[in-house]
Protein backbone atom coordinates (compact mmCIF):
# COMPACT_ATOMS: atom_id res chain seq x y z
CA UNK A 1 0.00 0.00 0.00
CA UNK A 2 1.32 3.03 -1.29
CA UNK A 3 0.80 6.49 0.80
CA UNK A 4 -1.56 7.26 -1.99
CA UNK A 5 -4.20 4.71 -0.84
CA UNK A 6 -7.25 5.63 1.03
CA UNK A 7 -9.99 3.06 2.74
CA UNK A 8 -13.46 4.09 1.87
CA UNK A 9 -16.41 2.79 4.17
CA UNK A 10 -19.62 3.25 2.49
CA UNK A 11 -22.55 3.42 4.11
CA UNK A 12 -22.02 1.16 7.60
CA UNK A 13 -24.91 2.86 8.96
CA UNK A 14 -27.57 1.20 11.37
CA UNK A 15 -30.99 1.40 9.01
CA UNK A 16 -28.61 -0.84 6.80
CA UNK A 17 -28.12 -2.98 9.36
CA UNK A 18 -30.32 -5.78 10.82
CA UNK A 19 -33.05 -3.73 12.65
CA UNK A 20 -32.89 -0.54 10.70
CA UNK A 21 -35.52 0.07 8.31
CA UNK A 22 -33.70 -0.73 5.38
CA UNK A 23 -32.02 -3.83 6.57
CA UNK A 24 -29.25 -5.58 4.29
CA UNK A 25 -28.81 -9.08 5.21
CA UNK A 26 -25.72 -9.74 7.37
CA UNK A 27 -24.61 -5.98 7.06
CA UNK A 28 -23.70 -6.01 10.38
CA UNK A 29 -21.06 -8.82 9.71
CA UNK A 30 -18.98 -6.02 7.68
CA UNK A 31 -18.18 -4.30 11.12
CA UNK A 32 -15.62 -6.76 12.62
CA UNK A 33 -13.50 -6.71 9.43
CA UNK A 34 -13.52 -2.97 8.84
CA UNK A 35 -12.39 -2.85 12.75
CA UNK A 36 -9.14 -4.67 11.08
CA UNK A 37 -8.73 -3.06 7.90
CA UNK A 38 -9.17 0.79 9.91
CA UNK A 39 -6.65 -0.78 12.49
CA UNK A 40 -4.50 -1.66 9.50
CA UNK A 41 -5.06 1.55 7.36
CA UNK A 42 -4.01 3.91 10.79
CA UNK A 43 -0.84 2.30 11.24
CA UNK A 44 0.52 3.31 7.99
CA UNK A 45 -1.00 6.91 9.03
CA UNK A 46 -3.27 6.27 5.31
CA UNK A 47 -6.76 8.59 4.98
CA UNK A 48 -9.84 6.62 6.60
CA UNK A 49 -13.13 7.79 4.85
CA UNK A 50 -16.61 6.90 5.55
CA UNK A 51 -19.60 7.58 3.12
CA UNK A 52 -23.08 8.12 4.92
CA UNK A 53 -26.58 7.70 3.49
CA UNK A 54 -27.94 11.55 4.63
CA UNK A 55 -31.48 12.30 3.69
CA UNK A 56 -34.12 14.71 4.11
CA UNK A 57 -37.13 13.55 5.53
CA UNK A 58 -38.88 13.86 2.05
CA UNK A 59 -37.15 12.86 -1.02
CA UNK A 60 -38.04 10.99 -3.98
CA UNK A 61 -35.82 8.46 -3.18
CA UNK A 62 -38.15 7.10 -1.14
CA UNK A 63 -41.45 5.09 -1.25
CA UNK A 64 -43.88 7.42 -0.54
CA UNK A 65 -42.77 9.87 -2.52
CA UNK A 66 -42.22 8.55 -5.54
CA UNK A 67 -39.15 6.29 -5.24
CA UNK A 68 -38.59 2.52 -4.09
CA UNK A 69 -37.27 2.98 -0.85
CA UNK A 70 -39.12 2.72 2.78
CA UNK A 71 -37.41 5.64 4.74
CA UNK A 72 -34.14 5.50 5.91
CA UNK A 73 -31.36 7.47 7.45
CA UNK A 74 -32.68 10.37 7.92
CA UNK A 75 -30.46 13.09 8.80
CA UNK A 76 -29.50 13.30 12.63
CA UNK A 77 -32.06 9.92 13.12
CA UNK A 78 -30.42 6.85 15.16
CA UNK A 79 -30.90 5.31 11.76
CA UNK A 80 -28.72 7.37 10.16
CA UNK A 81 -25.86 6.52 12.44
CA UNK A 82 -22.98 4.37 12.14
CA UNK A 83 -23.43 1.00 13.38
CA UNK A 84 -22.29 1.32 17.10
CA UNK A 85 -19.59 -0.98 17.21
CA UNK A 86 -17.55 0.74 13.85
CA UNK A 87 -14.20 1.53 15.34
CA UNK A 88 -14.31 5.20 13.59
CA UNK A 89 -10.91 7.15 14.56
CA UNK A 90 -11.57 10.39 15.43
CA UNK A 91 -9.98 11.90 12.16
CA UNK A 92 -11.72 9.88 9.63
CA UNK A 93 -13.35 11.90 7.26
CA UNK A 94 -17.20 11.42 7.25
CA UNK A 95 -18.70 12.05 3.49
CA UNK A 96 -22.65 12.20 3.20
CA UNK A 97 -24.72 12.06 0.40
CA UNK A 98 -28.34 11.55 -0.50
CA UNK A 99 -29.51 15.17 0.93
CA UNK A 100 -30.89 16.55 -2.50
CA UNK A 101 -34.51 15.86 -2.63
CA UNK A 102 -34.58 15.30 -5.95
CA UNK A 103 -31.63 12.47 -6.33
CA UNK A 104 -31.05 8.86 -5.72
CA UNK A 105 -27.23 9.96 -4.63
CA UNK A 106 -25.84 6.04 -4.47
CA UNK A 107 -22.50 7.39 -5.56
CA UNK A 108 -19.81 8.09 -2.59
CA UNK A 109 -18.90 10.17 -5.46
CA UNK A 110 -21.99 12.11 -5.29
CA UNK A 111 -21.38 12.64 -1.49
CA UNK A 112 -19.15 15.72 0.53
CA UNK A 113 -17.60 17.11 3.38
CA UNK A 114 -18.85 18.57 6.09
CA UNK A 115 -17.47 21.74 4.48
CA UNK A 116 -19.27 20.93 1.32
CA UNK A 117 -15.91 19.96 -0.82
CA UNK A 118 -17.16 17.24 -3.17
CA UNK A 119 -15.44 13.44 -2.28
CA UNK A 120 -13.44 13.88 -6.12
CA UNK A 121 -12.13 17.13 -4.70
CA UNK A 122 -10.68 15.76 -1.18
CA UNK A 123 -9.18 12.97 -3.18
CA UNK A 124 -6.93 15.19 -5.39
CA UNK A 125 -6.13 17.32 -2.15
CA UNK A 126 -4.76 14.32 -0.21
CA UNK A 127 -2.85 12.84 -3.79
CA UNK A 128 -4.93 9.22 -3.13
CA UNK A 129 -5.12 7.83 -6.47
CA UNK A 130 -6.04 3.99 -4.76
CA UNK A 131 -9.47 3.14 -3.06
CA UNK A 132 -10.39 0.04 -1.03
CA UNK A 133 -14.02 -0.29 -1.04
CA UNK A 134 -16.18 -2.13 1.24
CA UNK A 135 -19.86 -1.47 2.98
CA UNK A 136 -23.29 -1.38 2.16
CA UNK A 137 -24.49 -2.38 -0.21
CA UNK A 138 -22.88 -4.10 -2.61
CA UNK A 139 -25.18 -3.90 -5.33
CA UNK A 140 -26.09 -0.26 -4.85
CA UNK A 141 -23.62 2.60 -3.36
CA UNK A 142 -20.57 0.37 -3.23
CA UNK A 143 -20.93 -0.92 -7.12
CA UNK A 144 -21.90 2.97 -8.03
CA UNK A 145 -18.62 4.54 -5.89
CA UNK A 146 -16.15 1.46 -7.43
CA UNK A 147 -17.73 2.59 -10.92
CA UNK A 148 -17.40 6.03 -10.34
CA UNK A 149 -13.84 5.57 -8.94
CA UNK A 150 -12.75 3.81 -11.81
CA UNK A 151 -14.42 6.67 -14.48
CA UNK A 152 -12.28 8.99 -13.19
CA UNK A 153 -9.04 6.51 -13.03
CA UNK A 154 -8.71 5.40 -9.85
CA UNK A 155 -7.47 1.78 -8.54
CA UNK A 156 -10.28 0.75 -6.80
CA UNK A 157 -9.55 -2.79 -4.59
CA UNK A 158 -12.89 -4.35 -3.64
CA UNK A 159 -13.05 -5.56 -0.09
CA UNK A 160 -14.92 -8.71 -0.58
CA UNK A 161 -15.44 -10.00 2.70
CA UNK A 162 -16.43 -6.22 3.59
CA UNK A 163 -19.47 -6.28 2.00
CA UNK A 164 -22.92 -7.16 1.31
CA UNK A 165 -25.97 -6.25 -0.68
CA UNK A 166 -29.45 -6.42 -0.56
CA UNK A 167 -30.30 -8.11 -3.28
CA UNK A 168 -34.17 -7.22 -4.45
CA UNK A 169 -33.40 -9.36 -7.67
CA UNK A 170 -31.68 -12.82 -6.68
CA UNK A 171 -27.93 -12.44 -7.92
CA UNK A 172 -27.93 -8.76 -7.74
CA UNK A 173 -24.67 -8.94 -5.55
CA UNK A 174 -22.82 -11.56 -7.34
CA UNK A 175 -23.96 -9.44 -10.52
CA UNK A 176 -22.67 -6.35 -9.21
CA UNK A 177 -18.74 -7.68 -8.19
CA UNK A 178 -18.43 -9.21 -11.56
CA UNK A 179 -19.71 -5.38 -13.47
CA UNK A 180 -16.72 -3.97 -11.07
CA UNK A 181 -14.57 -6.43 -12.10
CA UNK A 182 -15.02 -6.26 -15.78
CA UNK A 183 -14.55 -2.57 -15.36
CA UNK A 184 -11.62 -3.00 -13.35
CA UNK A 185 -11.77 -3.46 -9.63
CA UNK A 186 -9.14 -5.80 -8.01
CA UNK A 187 -11.16 -8.13 -5.85
CA UNK A 188 -9.20 -8.62 -2.14
CA UNK A 189 -9.61 -9.44 1.33
CA UNK A 190 -7.83 -9.10 4.45
CA UNK A 191 -5.80 -12.33 4.80
CA UNK A 192 -4.54 -11.23 1.62
CA UNK A 193 -3.67 -7.59 1.48
CA UNK A 194 -2.38 -8.20 5.01
CA UNK A 195 -0.38 -10.99 3.60
CA UNK A 196 0.97 -8.08 1.00
CA UNK A 197 2.16 -5.40 2.41
C1 LIG B 1 -28.31 2.45 -0.43
C2 LIG B 1 -30.42 1.83 -1.06
C3 LIG B 1 -30.89 3.09 -0.77
C4 LIG B 1 -26.89 2.06 -0.21
C5 LIG B 1 -28.77 3.73 -0.15
O1 LIG B 1 -26.22 2.68 0.64
O2 LIG B 1 -26.44 1.10 -0.88
N1 LIG B 1 -29.14 1.52 -0.89
N2 LIG B 1 -30.06 4.03 -0.32
ZN1 LIG C 1 -30.65 5.92 0.51
Known amino acids: MKSTSALLIVDVQNDFCPGG ?50 VHCVQGSEGARFHPDLALPDDAIVISKGQDPAQ ?14 PFLQLL ?19 K ?7 R ?7 LE ?11 DSARAIENMVVAGAVRMNFSRLQADL
Open 21 to 70: SLPVPEGDRVVPLFNRYIELFRERKLPIIASRDWHPAITSHFRDFGGIWP
Open 104 to 117: DAYSAFQATTGNGV
Open 124 to 142: KELGITKLFVGGLATDYCV
Open 144 to 150: ESVLDGL
Open 152 to 158: HSLAVIL
Open 161 to 171: DAVRGVDLTPG
